[in-house]
């Protein structure tokens, strides 16, 4: 059974940093990708970060761009998501999800979360003073 659990969200105040753990079972993550959405009261769900495991490639959001950064431990079957500099927009609940194993052969990971097949039940971060 694939399942995402994801850990880490929490209060901080706004120039803080956070890491945000998404942990993979039942499946590895070397043939799959993981992203990373967030979503807001009363927004819809968008794409923040994704990272195709095949071969490191990432792709972020430009609202993030320089401010988070997905890294990856093979031998938890982790990825995590590094967010520095928040910002009180930041405030989300934050889902990891996955993508694969055939697609991610054939395109780069993707922000949109439609193309995403597995979800974890998601992580409140909250910025605020």
């Known amino acids: 059974q694939l399942q995402l659990v994801e850990s880490g969200g929490g209060l901080v105040q706004p120039g803080g940093s956070l890491r945000l753990s998404c942990a993979a079972s039942?499946?590895?993550?070397?043939?799959?990708?993981i992203g990373w959405f967030r979503q807001a009261p009363g927004k819809e769900r968008e794409g923040v970060a994704c990272v195709r495991n095949l071969d490191g490639n990432t792709k972020y959001a430009d609202s993030v761009k320089g401010r988070f950064t997905l890294s990856r431990d093979n031998a938890k079957n982790t990825v995590y998501l590094q967010m520095d500099s928040l910002k009180p927009e930041d405030t989300a609940i934050y889902y990891c999800a996955a993508d694969g194993p055939v697609s991610v052969l054939f395109r780069l990971c993707v922000l949109d979360p439609s193309e995403y097949d597995y979800w974890g039940q998601g992580t409140q971060v909250a910025v605020s003073s």
């Open positions: 039942g499946f590895t993550l070397d043939h799959w990708a």
